[in-house]
């Protein structure tokens, strides 16, 4: 393990390049790295980051991904469709290795529904299915995610009406799911349409895990 706290991991993790031109398409908002810190280090305690296989799905600039490597992970699968954030990624991956030398992170450039190597965990946070190219993105995400892990950690946007429906989908997929906390997550307007800055949204924690028969 190269990180020894949550702190730590944060400020590491805030020093790492940003998509260049977020695509609205694809839903490219940035995991922030507190945000990410607290998910990573959830996962850390639950064991499911040190000498695990950890994929991390629409792994954008590679956060989630890079921030579980420097948990120990023993090999960690960033997938992510576009190439820009991948060449973003990589960038971030030369810059950490510069410092705590080579980690064991692989960014794989094709659609999540492509991928299909198997891993213990996964931990991501897919488009939140606002957009209307991306309606319910997040559920073939997870039910990707499902296909690939026991155990996910996942942020959804926030509504009573998916947290039900999240709930029944895990059960429908054989999953428990648990709601470990509500972060309030900045959506940082690029575009000049945007009149504020920074809008935020509501965003659930979840973890799902295998229901073992
Ligand atoms: N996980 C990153 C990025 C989150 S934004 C972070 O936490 O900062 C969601 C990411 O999913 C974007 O980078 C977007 O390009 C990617 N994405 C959207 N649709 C995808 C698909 N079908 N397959 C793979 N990646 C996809």
Not at 11 to 28: A, C, D, H, V, Y
Not at 88 to 114: H, Q, R
Request: aromatic residues 12%; charged residues 25%.
């Amino acid at each position: 393990m190269y990180i020894k706290s949550k702190k730590e991991l944060e400020i590491i993790l805030s020093t790492l390049k940003g998509f260049r031109r977020p695509k609205e398409s694809l839903e490219q908002w940035q995991t922030p790295s507190d945000i990410a810190a607290v998910m990573l280090f959830e996962a850390l305690l639950r064991k499911d980051i040190e000498n695990k296989i950890v994929i991390d799905l629409g792994s954008g600039t590679g956060v989630l991904a890079l921030g579980a490597a420097l948990l120990g992970a023993k090999k960690v699968y960033g997938v992510e469709i576009d190439a820009e954030a991948i060449s973003v990624a990589m960038e971030n991956l030369s810059y950490l290795e510069t410092i705590y030398g080579k980690l064991p992170v692989e960014f794989i450039c094709c659609d999540v529904n492509e991928f299909s190597i198997r891993g213990d965990s996964v931990v991501m946070n897919p488009p939140f299915g606002l957009k209307k190219a991306s309606r319910h993105a997040d559920l073939f995400f997870l039910s990707r995610a499902f296909s690939l892990a026991k155990k996910i950690y996942s942020l959804h946007h926030y509504s009573e009406k998916s947290r039900k429906f999240l709930s029944r989908y895990a059960s429908v997929h054989n999953f428990s799911a648990e709601l470990l906390g509500t972060f309030k997550f900045p959506l940082k307007a690029k575009l000049e349409k945007h009149k504020k800055p920074v809008k935020h949204i509501l965003v659930d924690f979840y973890y799902y895990q295998i229901m073992e028969k």
